[in-house]
């Protein structure tokens, strides 16, 4: 059992939560501009988690073991399974298979599908993208360190609007971009 003493301080001071939640909604507002997130003791890609997470929304970390007390004692979030959790959280690149998994509500339920939060090597030099929808003035190439497939299925996961799952990739730098489920992304075809 792990001694949760130490933990009972973390979690984000309120300034910083709020500066965390501005860049969320940033993110989601402008997809794909990075944004930064403020500097923390804990990796960028857990600040999203820390600021949205509460008693009612399941969390679930991948490759964060050492990490998933200190989120759960910082949040009161329940541990829930990759299918089901509000916010899934991977501190390395998310493969296509994890992401297929996530939960993406229903027509009815759109609420219920997953923020996802995946920590990638960059926002730039992985697949290229164009990006279009809502929050994009004009067409926008993005590409982080993702693949061709893990857009793909992305598309597949977001296929029936308003159901899907939105992302937030964040760098090791803390800069930070979001691709909300009603962005359009053409993989491949960036200039």
């Known amino acids: 059992m792990t001694d949760i003493r130490p933990m009972l301080g973390a979690g984000l001071d ?5 500066r965390i939640y501005r860049a969320i909604l940033t993110a989601f507002a402008r997809p794909g501009v990075a944004t930064a997130l403020p500097a923390t003791g804990f990796p960028p890609a857990l600040l ?24 759960t004692v910082a949040t009161g979030a329940p541990v829930a399974s990759l299918q089901t959790a509000k916010y899934v959280t991977a501190l390395r690149p998310m493969t296509p298979g994890e992401l297929g998994a996530v939960a993406v509500g229903t027509a009815l339920r759109p609420e219920a599908g997953a ?11 992985g697949t290229p993208t164009h990006i279009s929808g809502p929050g994009v003035r004009e067409q926008l190439d993005f590409a982080p360190t993702v693949d061709a497939e893990f857009w793909a299925v ?9 159901a899907g799952a939105d992302l937030l990739f964040v760098d090791a730098e ?9 962005t359009a992304v053409d ?3 960036a200039n």
């Open 154 to 162: 992305r598309g597949d996961r977001n296929a029936h609007f308003p």
């Open 48 to 71: 999203p988690v820390l600021a949205l997470a509460d008693l009612e929304t399941g969390i679930h970390l991948l490759d964060a073991d050492e990490w998933a007390a200190a989120v």
């Open 115 to 125: 923020t996802v939060i995946c920590a990638v090597e960059a926002l730039h030099g």
């Open 187 to 189: 993989f491949g075809k």
């Open 174 to 182: 803390g800069a930070l971009a979001g691709v909300p489920r009603t």
């Open 14 to 18: 309120p300034v910083q939560a709020q």
